[in-house]
């Protein structure tokens, strides 16, 4: 039987092809949890910065979560691709009891749902207020409710569970031009910190997963030039990470093997973040 068998798993911002949602639900299925990502809802209802899917993917038909759950349904768990508003409390209530209802329990949630690069990277008295707003909203706001609305069924179970959230190095120490993105990120740490001591007692992990540099459609626009071999430069592994070294990690902690660790902040970054 696989470590998970039995669990029902939440993953928002599960949408692009080349992401770290997509790879966290797949490591999740193969391990036996039952699997809800989930994404913003189509395409053409999303502005250009908030868009789940990259026009590259968009051609080639990719149907961002609802071809991530097929591909977890092959296998043979169950799956459900929905539609979420991390920002807005409803959408989450909704997305948690429709789990519960399809599916009986929450085991597991990965907060994976992040604000897209973008206009964002500007030096912060350039930077709209409107878009540092959002990406609070997003990354930070839209973290405390998933997991505050997932945390109450999980109490409510009895079982235990585990919360991940995915971060990134930026939240340890802010670049320039990364202001809201550094801040959100970094105030997910400490968010983390005060539910691993609130739901302890209850058998519920929670931890963040904060990657460096991950070869993902995020960060296509390093592309161009030599930023990308400039930046490998300042990584001692001298390559970018995989989405799958991100995901197998995401998993572990979801298992059985990890029920004492919690309240942690794993770096996954190729050695480019050391120390504590």
């Known amino acids: 039987m696989a470590n998970l068998t039995g669990k029902v798993a939440i993953i928002t911002g599960a949408t692009r092809k080349r992401g770290l949602g997509r790879a966290i639900a797949i490591a999740l299925a193969k391990d036996g949890a039952d699997v809800v990502p989930t994404g913003t809802g189509k395409p053409s209802s999303m502005s250009d910065d908030e868009r789940d899917i990259p026009d590259d993917e968009l051609r080639e038909g990719w149907r961002g979560a609802h071809d991530v759950a097929e591909e977890c349904a092959s296998f043979g768990v169950r799956t459900w691709a929905a539609v979420l508003d991390v920002t ?3 959408s989450v209530k909704r ?5 519960v209802e399809r599916f009986g329990r929450v085991d597991i949630l990965v907060n994976n749902a992040t604000y897209p690069r973008g206009s964002d990277r500007v030096p912060l008295q350039e930077l709209n207020d409107d878009i540092w707003s959002r990406i609070i909203d997003v990354n930070l706001t839209g973290t405390m409710l998933c997991s505050k609305y997932v945390a109450a ?5 009895g079982d235990g569970g585990s919360i991940v ?3 990134s190095i930026a939240g340890r120490r802010g670049s320039a031009n990364t202001a809201a993105y550094s801040t959100s990120k970094a105030a997910m740490h400490v968010l983390s910190d ?7 007692p209850y058998g519920i ?5 904060a ?3 991950i070869d993902t459609a995020r960060i296509d626009e390093l592309r161009d030039g030599d930023r990308w071999e400039r930046r490998l430069r ?3 592994a001298g390559r970018a990470g995989t989405v799958d070294e991100t995901a197998d990690l995401v998993r572990y902690l979801c298992g059985p093997e990890s029920r004492y660790l919690s309240g942690q902040t794993i770096y996954v970054d190729g050695a480019e973040t050391r120390g504590g």
């Open 153 to 157: 069924q999980m109490i409510q179970q």
């Open 234 to 236: 300042s990584i001692p």
């Open 211 to 213: 990657p460096g540099f």
């Open 194 to 200: 005060s539910l691993a001591a609130e739901l302890g």
């Open 95 to 99: 997305l948690v009891a429709d789990t």
């Open 165 to 167: 959230s995915i971060s």
């Open 88 to 90: 807005d409390r409803g």
């Open 205 to 209: 992990t929670s931890n963040v997963v």
